[in-house]
């Protein structure tokens, strides 16, 4: 059996498409739609799985960002990064048009699932992606840790700088305005004319260009003390970065350093993908 994977983010939609043998046999990504409200995200993913459809596809798995109910397959709630999505039956909607079995989850626990398959003897695990926000997602005693309405880990809203700027959680201070993409972006624009996306940002901070080297510190600093924070509370064997501020690999390693419970996704930006069609709860 044939299976899609879709990992749905404030930026952009990713899929895959699996063989028999859980193989990559071919992938597909698309913007998202993310301020346009749940039916123009919803025939954003229709496009995607139609892009890479076959007959023989017996199941989709997708990630989403958000609360999400694996039961039910429902987004139990989301901020604005997706408008619209509190609410969404992506499982319904899913399995209306396609008529396969369709799996559901929150896109930080996916993103662990499809990491977990390089650390099998592993019992605690914390993912963190940094992408349009900041997800996060924890293994605790061979266990995905999973809080209020069934919320992941959620390492990109605790408090990372008391009273600091508004998330669109309605908190201060969040990890997610310190160190997502988006957040980085926009500390730099207001320094840097031109910048348009975190590449630039990375490759005018390697070039020497003072004001870009000044905020990749900051985000290393902040990073710095998040991880810290996971090692207080679950001291885990591993710390997964994951997402596309991820990519920057230099970047993370001055962080790391030589630390030994800290690694980057060995799956890229599709770690998501990869644990979207996991059958793990």
């Known amino acids: 059996m044939k299976k899609i994977g879709i990992?749905?983010?404030?930026?952009?939609?990713?899929?895959?498409?699996?063989?028999?043998?859980?193989?990559?046999?071919?992938?597909?990504?698309?913007?998202?739609?993310?301020?346009?409200?749940?039916?123009?995200?919803?025939?954003?993913?229709?496009?995607?799985?139609?892009?890479?459809?076959?007959?023989?596809?017996?199941?989709?798995?997708?990630?989403s960002a958000g609360d999400i109910d694996p039961v039910r397959g429902i987004c139990v709630h989301a901020t604005d990064n997706l408008i619209g999505w509190t609410g969404a039956n992506i499982r319904g909607e899913l399995e209306r048009r396609y008529h396969v079995r369709v799996l559901v989850d929150n896109d930080a626990v996916a993103a662990l699932k499809g990491e977990l398959a390089f650390y099998p003897e592993a019992k605690n695990v914390t993912m963190l992606t940094f992408g349009t926000g900041v997800g996060g997602a924890s293994l605790v005693n061979g266990e995905i840790l999973r809080g209020k309405n069934?919320?992941?880990?959620?390492?990109?809203?605790t408090i990372l700088v008391p009273h600091g700027i508004r998330c669109n959680c309605g908190k201060r201070g969040c990890a997610e305005v310190y160190l997502s993409a988006t957040a980085l972006i926009k500390q730099g624009q207001k320094r840097m004319l031109g910048l348009v996306d975190c590449k630039q940002l990375f490759d005018r901070a390697a070039s020497g260009e003072t004001e870009a080297v000044d905020v990749v510190a900051r985000f290393q600093d902040h990073l710095g003390i998040l991880l810290e924070n996971v090692r207080t509370v679950l001291a885990p064997e591993y710390i997964i970065l994951g997402g596309g501020v991820a990519k920057s690999v230099s970047v993370m390693e001055e962080v790391i350093g030589g630390a030994e419970d800290v690694v980057l996704a060995r799956r890229g930006s599709l770690a998501g993908v990869y644990g979207a069609i996991s059958e793990r709860i």
């Open 7 to 63: 990992d749905l983010g404030g930026t952009a939609i990713k899929a895959a498409r699996f063989g028999e043998e859980g193989e990559l046999e071919d992938e597909f990504s698309i913007p998202t739609p993310a301020r346009a409200g749940r039916m123009p995200i919803f025939q954003a993913i229709y496009c995607a799985v139609d892009k890479l459809w076959k007959e023989d596809v017996g199941l989709i798995g997708v990630s």
């Open 150 to 157: 069934f919320g992941a880990a959620r390492w990109g809203h």
